[in-house]
């Protein structure tokens, strides 16, 4: 009787050690499920922003085509005797107004004929809210002359009067919003073509419009994933660095 009792209380024992095990088991695999279902659902709402990101990428392209396909035929004319190129890399337009077909020269005054392109200009881009606007002026290597001189006294002040001269014809006559323009003078220092010969020089002497696309979102996404949340260091770092390089070229 005793040994009967005996093997019963030691296959109790073994059932219930048995039963723990397995129950520990089973929480173990029921708390990697829950693990595995969190990161499937961060997965998956990471995969939702980026196909929003992607439609909003192709949006922004199929805005950039339209204007392009506005601005070839409302600009046919200027386009075909090459005082305007239109030109499209990647996500960017640029619009190129060649030698004096907006300003005449050592002037800063739009003439009329430029006016006329740029408000086709405008009616393009008026409306491309995803894009935002750079004029960039620039000029060929010849001194500006003593009487040009009285009003600008180099190169870089002609350019960026004549890239502001645009963003304003821009902003109140083409009503474009201000705040999507920035005007550049970039001088003699960023040249298409040679300046040693009349023709290259014409080439170099031109206004660009580049139309770029507005990465905000992407930019913050970006600085969130590539900066590790417990090192708040090393936006200040970045800062800093970025603090000195604007000196650095301030000096310049």
């Known amino acids: 009787m005793n040994k009967i009792m005996l093997v019963l209380s030691g296959f ?16 173990k695999l029921q708390n990697q499920l829950a693990e595995t279902e969190k990161e499937l659902e ?3 709402e990471r995969m939702q922003e980026y196909a929003s990101k992607l439609e909003a ?11 392009q396909r506005q601005m070839e035929e409302s600009l046919r004319s200027e386009i075909e005797d090459k005082s305007i190129r239109l030109q499209k890399l990647n996500d960017r337009l640029t619009v190129t107004f060649v030698d004096k077909i907006l ?14 392109a740029l408000t086709k200009v405008a009616h393009s881009i008026s409306q491309m ?8 002026g620039h000029t060929d290597n010849q001194k500006i002359g003593p009487k040009t001189q009285k009003i600008f006294k ?9 890239a502001t001269s645009v963003v304003k014809f821009l902003q109140v006559e083409g009503q474009i919003d201000p705040a999507r323009l920035f005007a550049v003078g970039g001088a003699f220092y960023h040249p298409v073509a040679d300046n040693s010969t009349p023709e290259g020089r014409s080439q170099n002497r031109r206004v660009e419009i580049v139309l770029t696309p507005i990465l905000k979102d992407i930019q ?8 590790p ?3 708040p260091s090393v936006p200040e770092e970045k800062e800093e660095e970025k603090k000195g390089q604007e000196t650095v070229e301030e000096e310049q």
Not at 108 to 115: A, L, M, N, Q
Not at 129 to 136: F, P, R, Y
Not at 154 to 162: K, P, V
Request: net charge negative.
């Open 12 to 27: 109790l024992c073994l059932s219930l050690l048995s039963a723990c095990v397995a129950k520990k088991d089973f929480l």
């Open 42 to 44: 961060v997965k998956e």
């Open 57 to 67: 990428a192709k949006s922004r392209l199929a805005e950039l085509d339209e204007a």
């Open 103 to 116: 300003f005449d020269s050592g002037s800063d005054s739009i003439k009329p004929k430029g006016k006329n």
């Open 129 to 136: 809210e995803n894009h935002l606007i750079h004029v960039e």
């Open 154 to 162: 180099s190169n870089w002040e002609l350019s960026t009067a004549r």
């Open 220 to 227: 913050k996404e970006i600085t969130k994933e590539d900066v």
């Open 229 to 231: 949340e417990d090192n």
